[in-house]
């Protein structure tokens, strides 16, 4: 009996240190889902111009500028105390929604978010952003192949981004 209550023991301790080294690598970065690696747009995040960031994020359409996409950023909506965190808020009405980008345009790195909407992402879309200085905030979506495109002037006291 007291054999097989060793056993038992022994086997529980190396399936937790076992499950606890595979946890620890897998945070560490060592091991990394190639899928999320094999969809990472690195263009789009690292082009240095505007043009280029929404080149890279959006591909080609006409664009529209609409009153569908309601933009509100920070409070009051022109102006942030920190750049390093503010808040910035989407809204749309459109149907088909293929991609959302949000753009700093003053940032030394245009591209500041990302999204492609699932089932699962609701509309307003809350978020915050970092901004390097007084700047124009730009959000941008994509849908039925067709662009969206709002802005925002934003005036920060204290930049967030180098």
């Known amino acids: 009996m007291n054999n097989n209550i060793d056993q038992q023991r022994r086997r529980l301790i190396k399936q937790s240190i076992s499950a606890s080294t595979l946890a620890l690598v897998a945070a560490s970065g060592l091991v990394m889902p190639r899928l999320l690696l094999a969809h990472w747009p ?57 991609r959302v980008v949000l753009l700093v345009e003053k940032n030394p790195y245009p591209l500041a978010l990302m999204l492609e909407p699932t089932a699962a992402v609701s509309f307003p879309f809350k978020t915050m952003l970092k901004v390097a200085e007084d700047s124009e905030v730009i959000a941008m979506i994509r849908a039925d192949d067709k662009l969206y495109r709002t802005s925002r002037y934003v005036e920060i006291d204290i930049g967030g981004c180098a």
């Open 42 to 98: 690195n263009d789009a995040f690292t082009a240095e111009t505007l043009e280029d960031a929404i080149l890279a994020s959006l591909g080609e359409a006409a664009e529209v500028d609409d009153t569908i996409i309601q933009f509100t950023i920070g409070s009051p909506p022109t102006y942030a105390v920190n750049g390093a965190s503010v808040p910035v808020e989407i809204n749309s009405s459109l149907d088909n929604i293929q």
